[in-house]
């Protein structure tokens, strides 16, 4: 295995592991909010700091991007880490939350971890290497437009009031044409069901370079398309449409006439 991933796979288990440990004492976690609908635990915290941990062992000149320490480091190298992907899921023990860890290197994605620790799911890429579900080879699906395609969203719960209308539009046109749409509450994961081929399609605004980056990675070697709204390439931006390339395509004609202009890009 290629040793940026395996540091990367060495971090997310380990993350994942002590999120899956702490599922059992639910009750007795302190919960600070960082903002509407925004929550934050010591096990979000602690995971970071594992992750971090590991990663500054092999590689400790290499700079880190961590969704709660921020950024550190001046290297071309970066790690991007989402430490607990669907906190709100994870809370409430609803078991759909994920660790992402991105390595991206001079400005392109490198290496994509993200792990799922209720199933015990890993999924990997490493760029020019084809993606991977617990070490065989995954590809998106072969769904040929939008008639009869499973679609995922994320819900605009944090979402400028102005931009809850547009998006129920958007939704409104989606769950017309498709054979329905899912809002699973991982980010990270998923992307990866869509570079997996479990769902054909995926879009969301407002998310963060830790919510995509590992994931973005995964679909493109899983030989999908992720781009923005206005159908410029992916680069770690918050407004996000992905899919086989035949549904990309159909979902950016869908969905367009109702993006607004603050959300295209
Ligand atoms: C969230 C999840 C969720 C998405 C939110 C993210 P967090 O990440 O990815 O699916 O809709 O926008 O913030 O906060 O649980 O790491
Ligand atoms: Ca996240
Ligand atoms: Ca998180």
Same mark, same amino acid.
């Given at each position: ?13 380990? %993350? ?17 909010? @960082?903002?509407?609908?925004? =929550? ?16 500054? @062992? ?16 001046? #290297? ?17 023990? =609803?078991?759909?939350? %994920?660790? #992402? ?34 070490? @065989? ?7 040929? +437009?939008?008639?009869? $395609?499973?679609?995922?969203? !994320? ?20 769950? $017309? ?7 699973? +509450? #991982? ?14 399609? =995926?879009?969301? =605004? ?9 994931? $973005? ?9 992720? !781009?923005?709204?206005? +159908?410029?390439?992916? %680069? ?12 990309? $395509? ?16």
């Amino acid at each position: 295995m290629q040793p940026l991933l395996t540091i990367g796979v060495r971090a997310a288990r380990r %993350a994942g592991d002590l999120i899956a440990r702490s599922l059992t004492h639910l009750d007795s976690l302190k919960i600070d909010t @960082k903002g509407r609908n925004d =929550f934050v635990t010591d096990v979000d915290r602690k995971a970071e700091a594992e992750i971090i941990a590991i990663i500054r @062992k092999s590689y400790p000149a290499h700079a880190v991007l961590g969704e709660e320490s921020g950024r550190s480091g001046t #290297s071309e190298t970066l790690w991007i880490v989402d430490p607990l992907d669907g906190t709100t899921n994870f809370l409430h023990g =609803f078991p759909q939350f %994920a660790v #992402s860890i991105a390595v991206e290197h001079k400005g392109r994605l490198e290496c994509a971890v993200v792990y799922d620790p209720m199933r015990q799911e890993l999924y990997t890429a490493v760029r020019g290497g084809g993606a991977q579900l617990d070490g @065989k080879r995954i590809r998106v699906s072969s769904q040929r +437009g939008l008639e009869g $395609a499973l679609i995922g969203t !994320g819900f605009p719960y944090r979402m400028a009031p102005e931009h809850v209308d547009p998006y129920l539009a958007m939704l409104k046109a989606v769950m $017309a044409v498709t054979a329905g749409v899912r809002r699973p +509450g #991982s980010a990270s994961l998923d992307l990866a069901y869509v570079a997996a081929g479990r769902t054909d399609g =995926f879009f969301e =605004f407002n998310l963060k370079p830790w919510d995509t980056a590992a994931g $973005a990675l995964l679909i493109r070697e899983a030989g999908g398309r992720i !781009g923005t709204p206005s +159908g410029a390439d992916y %680069a770690l931006g918050p407004n996000v449409v992905a899919g086989n390339p035949k549904v990309y $395509a159909a979902l950016l004609e869908t969905l367009g006439p109702h993006v607004p202009a603050d959300l295209r890009d």
